[in-house]
């Protein structure tokens, strides 16, 4: 029998804000962005009293908590405490997955004896998180991870929960289906149709009309209802698919400078990560949002792969030169596939202008690597210098994902 353990930080960078400054604590805080339409990416359990949610803008939870605290998250704090968070979860076993930020996945099958059982490793990380960073986190312990997900979500805040599998069937019976991992609001409305509200009615229904709905897809939520699920961890992740980076602009753009500022500027930062773990890709897509919020994506095979900056950027232009823009921009992204390893990264270029090419984003990509990102950076978009003020969910402690925060 597996036994996975999930750890979920609470509140986590509203916590970590508040451990770093004590006249927070207690308080209804909620960390926002730097832009000026910045929305709540974290409230404390305090503000959670009044109803401000993740996603709600400034003046939504203002409206709600006169006197809440909007505080600009610090993206390197929580990058930093990610990373040794996951120091403290390697000292219990080698199978970690890092979810995501504020979450991680344990397995610790083949290692709980050694530590006095499950209960007492997910106690033990409770107390070195608390001691080391003063923030809490939340314990689920399961057979497989959408059950330790489960029962760290409905034990928050500072909780621990052990679902054994003679306790399952009791605790889906009557649980909202929307309360799995994986099944969000408009699914759970799909199924409301059907007539199935909760975990149990999911797991009892005819396989034959779950696959009639929603095909392949089907058979896997009738297992989610019965608390089944065979997804292992990732523990090493495997080699990424595309490099991309999108920015929700301060400001809603239209002009064409403009749009090639932000494109340029979203290019190096893509091209920039291709080169730093010697990826090359032939596929760009860019996608773009107009203010009403309607996003669609377009892409473009090149001949060859690359990594170069302006070849990227080139290929977006032409891309975003072809749609007839409808309405004003206030998302842009800008993403690079069909990955494959740098051949020969060394190798001289035949043609001199590519030697200068490959030299100057050397070092460029050398000034920045030691002093920060856009010590030095292109002169066309030397007047859009804002950064991202909300950390990517894709972020991770190692490797390519392991972007500037």
């Not at 359990?45 to 610090?74: Q, S, W």
Request: proline share 4%.
């Amino acid at each position: 029998m597996n036994i996975i353990l999930c750890i979920d930080m609470d509140a986590f960078f509203a916590s970590v804000e508040q451990q770093a400054n004590p006249k927070l604590r207690g308080k209804p805080v909620a960390v926002i962005g730097s832009g000026h339409r910045t929305v709540v990416t974290t409230r404390s359990y305090e503000a959670r009293k009044f109803g401000v949610k993740t996603g709600m803008n400034v003046y939504e939870a203002k409206k709600l908590c006169p006197h809440i605290i909007f505080v600009v998250g610090d993206n390197d704090k929580y990058a930093h405490t990610c990373r040794e968070l996951s120091e403290i979860y390697t000292a219990f076993t080698p199978d970690v997955e890092i979810y995501s930020i504020d979450e991680a996945f344990l397995d610790v099958t083949t290692t709980h004896h050694l530590f006095g059982g499950p209960e007492a490793i997910g106690l033990e990380i409770k107390k070195k998180v608390k001691s080391k960073f003063g923030i809490n986190c939340t314990v689920g312990i399961a057979t497989n991870i959408l059950l330790a997900k489960l029962a760290s979500d409905i034990s928050k805040p500072d909780g621990l929960r052990w679902i054994k599998p003679g306790d399952t069937s009791s605790v889906l019976e009557n649980l909202a289906v929307e309360e799995l991992w994986g099944i969000g609001r408009k699914l759970a409305e799909k199924l409301d149709l059907l007539g199935i509200k909760t975990c149990g009615e999911l797991g009892n229904a005819p396989a034959s009309l779950l696959r009639s709905k929603f095909g392949i897809t089907g058979e896997a939520l009738k297992m989610m209802g019965q608390g089944i699920c065979h997804r292992p961890l990732i523990v090493k992740e495997s080699g990424p698919k595309s490099v991309g980076h999108s920015m929700t602009l301060p400001y809603d753009i239209w002009k064409e400078k403009d749009i090639e500022a932000y494109t340029l500027k979203l290019s190096e930062m893509v091209g920039r990560r291709a080169r730093k773990y010697r990826l090359t890709g032939n596929v760009i897509c860019v996608t773009l949002r107009y203010k009403s919020f309607e996003t669609f994506s377009r892409q473009s095979k090149i001949k060859q792969r690359t990594g170069d900056t302006h070849e990227i950027y080139n290929t977006a232009m032409k891309i975003i030169k072809g749609i007839k823009l409808r309405d004003s921009i206030r998302l842009i992204g800008v993403s690079l596939s069909g990955l494959a390893e740098s051949e020969n990264p060394e190798q001289l270029p035949l043609i001199q202008e590519y030697a200068r090419k490959r030299d100057l984003l050397k070092a460029m990509d050398h000034i920045n690597d030691r002093f920060g990102d856009f010590t030095i950076s292109w002169a066309r978009y030397m007047l859009h210098r804002s950064r991202p003020a909300v950390i990517s969910p894709a972020w991770r402690p190692q490797g390519i994902r392991r972007t500037t925060v």
